[in-house]
């Protein structure tokens, strides 16, 4: 089935909050089949919420409308949609206990305005209000189905992952089942003429090429199709295809397929960073079980970190200068040494946007890796933002290590 969203809050068009209820919501619904095809951003007035609900109402079946459910003075979703189905507020004994025991349990007095919150349409179906948050709302007339939840992130989500999702899952025509390739290595528009011919005959919004700072991920649906063999084929094609651009068939990062291949390699592992400033270290230790292989990082920003730490001879420095293969090179080679660890990665670069000079451009990286003997270095040549180009030096080596891990 097709959903809409109704999402309520004067800060979503002020632009002081960002929407991410939507973009969470039209995910989850995506995967359960029912995508969203329009999403309505309103103020906080009765008028708008009736406006839109009568915009929505002959053209979909499931509408999920967030925020306004609080206790403050601009919550108004509750008198709404009393109007809209014209029924009364009722006192919801749950409800009321759930608030009680809250309340109660902070030393709270219980006022008259407690007592409010606890009055809900009388033909809503109240969905779980554990976890002292406000609850949701299930409406239903005919077929059409209408849920209210809070506008709190955390507690929205978690009340469609309890309450909602699995109502939802029980309607319409059965899931989606969402396939993820995660590719590094290809510019997007090389990656797309790759597989071109593959995707093309495929239904429309069965693919989507979505660009992330690491790279393309890929992701297919096998529920726009008939035929489901159909994108299973595809996807083994693409895979033939794309080898080992591919990182990932998952939703998890880089950094944990590199930990996977470590941890099954039994090898451990050191970093010695300057451009990257500690972000390869922060995003290795992202991965919890990190400690297993991750051994040290070293970020030797000065050239007399690097000597002191690193042992990089300084004149090396002085001839080649600190952004280069050699210093790179020596800096990988240095970490091995200093920590008996059999794989390392360095990183020195200029970052920008200041700095670049007309053989040394800003954006301009190095990248050493070893794996046990073997040492090697790349050369990259990224742009002038500066935190993008500590990203992508970041992915660039952890990709550079998993390429050398697989030859392994
Ligand atoms: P409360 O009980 O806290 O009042 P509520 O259901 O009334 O909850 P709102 O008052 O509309 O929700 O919003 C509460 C907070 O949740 C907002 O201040 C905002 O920070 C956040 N929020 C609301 N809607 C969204 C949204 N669509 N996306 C992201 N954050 C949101
Ligand atoms: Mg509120």
Known sequence: LNAALINIGNELLSG????????????????????????????????????????????????????????????????????????????????????????????????????????????????????????????????????????????????????????????????????????????????????????????????????????????????????????VKALAEIHSRLGNAIFAEEDIPLSQVVGNLLREQQKTLATAESCTGGLLGDMLTDVSGSSEYYLQGFITYSNAAKTHELDVPEELIVRHGAVSEEVAKAMVQGAMRKTGAQTAISTTGIAGPTGGTADKPVGLVYIGCSVDDKVQVKRYQFTDDRRLNKQRTVYAALNMLRLELLAN
Not at 79 to 100: C, I, N, R, Y
Not at 175 to 191: C, V
Not at 211 to 229: A, C, F, M
Request: proline letters at 6%; one cysteine or more; aromatic letters at 6%.
């Open 16 to 231: 002081v909050t960002v929407n991410t209820n939507a973009s969470w919501l039209g995910e989850q619904l995506l995967e359960i089949g029912h995508p969203v095809k329009r999403i309505h951003v309103i103020g906080d007035t009765q008028k708008e919420i009736l406006n839109a609900l009568n915009n929505l109402w002959s053209d979909f079946s499931i509408i999920l409308i967030t925020g306004g459910l609080g206790p403050t003075h601009d919550d108004i979703t509750i008198g709404a949609m009393a109007e809209f189905f014209t029924t009364e507020l009722v006192f919801h004994q749950p409800t009321f206990d759930a608030l009680k025991e809250r309340l109660e349990s902070r030393d709270i007095p219980i006022s008259e305005r407690h007592k409010a919150q606890a009055m809900l349409p009388a033909n809503a179906e109240v969905l779980g209000n554990m976890a002292g948050t406000a609850p949701a709302l299930h409406f239903q007339e005919g077929d059409k189905h209408v849920y209210c939840l809070p506008g709190v992130p955390h507690e929205m989500r978690h009340l469609m992952r309890e309450q909602v999702m699995p109502q939802l899952n029980q309607l319409g025509s059965g899931k989606y089942k969402k396939l993820l390739l995660r590719t590094i290595g290809y510019p997007e528009s090389k990656l797309y003429d790759t597989v071109r011919d593959i995707i093309e005959p495929l239904p429309e919004q069965a693919v989507a090429f979505l660009p992330q700072i690491y790279g393309v991920d890929i992701r297919l649906l096998d529920n726009e199709t008939s035929d489901k063999t159909e994108i």
